[in-house]
């Protein structure tokens, strides 16, 4: 049981962050014709509810620098830390 709640739980993590390494990479490349426009404002969609609390955070205490959006990097980051935490629990647990 905790060896099937782990690997959905992996799972699960894994495409979150593959889905913002390629929104991040489609940002890139969203001017470039209606396809990828399209699959870059998919991608946004998914990813918005992960990155714009964290977003929000980020401009609230003005640590916008360059342009730069740290906010996806930050979700990925808390992704792990969140997939780390849940397996280390259900081990403990069960």
Known sequence: MDLVLIRAITWFC???QMML???AVLSWFAGTSEFMRGLYQMGTQLTSP???PIR???HKNGHVQMG???APMIAFLL???FQVLATRL???VF
Do not use: E, G, Q
Request: aromatic content about 4%; cysteine-free; hydrophobic content about 60%.
């Open 14 to 16: 894994s495409i979150l």
């Open 21 to 23: 390494v390629v929104t």
């Open 50 to 52: 992960l990155v714009d």
């Open 90 to 92: 259900i081990t403990n």
């Open 79 to 81: 992704i792990r830390v």
């Open 56 to 58: 929000k955070i980020l």
């Open 68 to 70: 730069l959006d740290w």
